[in-house]
C-alpha cells in the first residue's frame, strides 16, 4: 500500500504524507519545547487566572460560548446529519457515487 | 547593559492596587513610540501566568490585598516585583489611611523600587533594566 499513484496530473504517494505528518510533527514539538517548565502543579501557578479573584464554581459549561461557532457551522452539519440516514443502501450508494467521481478524476487526469 | 545582554522577551503583567492611575499612565508611555520598550521584547500581557515580572501600582487597598497575593502566586518561577510609585513604595499620601494594607512590600517581595509621583518613563524603562538583572541572576533559563 505504499506505491505512487500516479494520475497524469501529479501524483499521491502515503510516504509523502507521513514524511510532511512528521516534519509538522517536529516542528510543532520543537515549538513546545521553547515553553515554559518552570510552573509547578498543584499551586496557584497552574490556577485559571480570574482577575486575581478566586476563580468560582460554576454550572455554566465552557461549551455555552460556543454558540456563534455552532450557528455559523451549523448548516455544513444539518447537511451532513441528513446524509446519515442510519440505512445502509444510503451508504453504499454514498460510497459508490464518490469512487465514480474520485474514478472519473483519475481518468481525465490521465487522458489530459 | 547593552541590548546583546538581553537574550529573551520580558514578559510583564500590571497590576493596579489602588493607583490613581498617574504611574500606569507613564507605564503606558513607556510603550508608545517615543519610549518603544517592546523593540526589545518588553510587552504587557494579559494573565500573570505569562508574566516574568510584576509591575504593581498603588499603595494596596485593603480589598487588593488577597488579589495581589494570588496573582503573584500564579506567577511561574523565577519572578521579580517592581513597584512604580510612590505610592506603592511607601504609602505615599495615603500612607496612614485606613483602609491601606500597603505599602507593596508588606505583601509581596519587592525587588526594584521606581519612586516618583508620577516616576517618568525614563525611570520606569531604568527599573525594568534593573528587574532584568535580577531576574537573570535568578536563572532565568527555561
Known amino acids: 500500500m505504499t506505491g505512487v499513484l500516479m494520475t497524469g496530473?501529479?501524483?499521491?504517494?502515503?510516504?509523502?504524507?507521513?514524511?510532511?505528518?512528521?516534519?509538522?510533527?517536529?516542528?510543532?514539538?520543537l515549538i513546545r519545547s521553547t515553553g515554559r517548565k518552570k510552573f509547578r502543579h498543584g499551586t496557584d501557578q497552574t490556577a485559571a487566572f480570574f482577575s486575581g479573584n478566586e476563580a468560582p464554581k460554576t454550572h455554566v459549561k465552557a461549551g455555552?460560548?460556543?454558540?456563534?461557532?455552532?450557528?455559523?457551522?451549523?448548516?455544513?452539519?444539518?447537511w451532513l446529519q441528513?446524509?446519515?440516514?442510519?440505512?445502509?443502501?444510503?451508504?453504499?450508494?454514498?460510497?459508490?457515487?464518490?469512487?465514480?467521481?474520485?474514478?472519473?478524476?483519475?481518468t481525465m487526469g490521465g487522458l489530459l | 547593559m547593552s541590548t546583546a545582554d538581553l537574550s529573551r522577551a520580558l514578559w510583564v503583567f500590571h497590576?493596579?492596587?489602588?493607583?490613581?492611575?498617574?504611574?500606569?499612565?507613564?507605564?503606558?508611555?513607556?510603550?508608545?513610540?517615543?519610549?518603544?520598550v517592546e523593540r526589545f521584547g518588553?510587552?504587557?500581557?494579559?494573565?500573570?501566568?505569562?508574566?516574568?515580572?510584576?509591575?504593581?501600582?498603588?499603595?494596596?487597598?485593603?480589598?487588593?490585598?488577597?488579589?495581589a497575593?494570588?496573582?503573584?502566586?500564579?506567577?511561574?518561577?523565577?519572578?521579580?516585583?517592581?513597584?512604580?510609585?510612590?505610592?506603592?513604595s511607601t504609602g505615599g499620601a495615603f500612607h496612614d489611611s485606613y483602609n491601606l494594607v500597603g505599602p507593596v512590600d508588606r505583601i509581596l517581595p519587592v525587588d526594584v523600587y521606581v519612586p516618583g509621583c508620577p516616576p517618568r518613563p525614563e525611570a520606569v524603562i531604568d527599573g525594568v533594566v534593573?528587574?532584568?538583572?535580577?531576574?537573570?541572576?535568578?536563572g532565568v533559563k527555561r
Open chain 1, 9 to 29: 496530473a501529479g501524483f499521491w504517494s502515503p510516504l509523502v504524507w507521513l514524511a510532511a505528518f512528521l516534519i509538522v510533527l517536529a516542528i510543532v514539538l
Open chain 2, 15 to 36: 497590576m493596579n492596587t489602588g493607583s490613581c492611575n498617574g504611574c500606569d499612565i507613564e507605564i503606558m508611555a513607556a510603550l508608545t513610540p517615543r519610549y518603544d
Open chain 1, 82 to 106: 441528513r446524509m446519515h440516514t442510519g440505512i445502509i443502501n444510503d451508504y453504499v450508494y454514498g460510497f459508490v457515487l464518490i469512487m465514480v467521481i474520485l474514478l472519473a478524476a483519475v
Open chain 1, 64 to 78: 455555552n460560548i460556543y454558540w456563534g461557532f455552532f450557528v455559523t457551522t451549523g448548516r455544513y452539519y444539518r
Open chain 2, 69 to 88: 497575593k494570588r496573582v503573584y502566586a500564579q506567577m511561574p518561577d523565577p519572578k521579580v516585583v517592581m513597584v512604580i510609585g510612590n505610592c506603592g
Open chain 2, 42 to 67: 518588553m510587552r504587557l500581557v494579559g494573565t500573570p501566568r505569562h508574566a516574568d515580572l510584576l509591575l504593581v501600582t498603588g499603595p494596596v487597598t485593603r480589598d487588593m490585598e488577597a488579589k
Open chain 2, 130 to 138: 534593573k528587574a532584568w538583572k535580577k531576574l537573570e541572576e535568578k
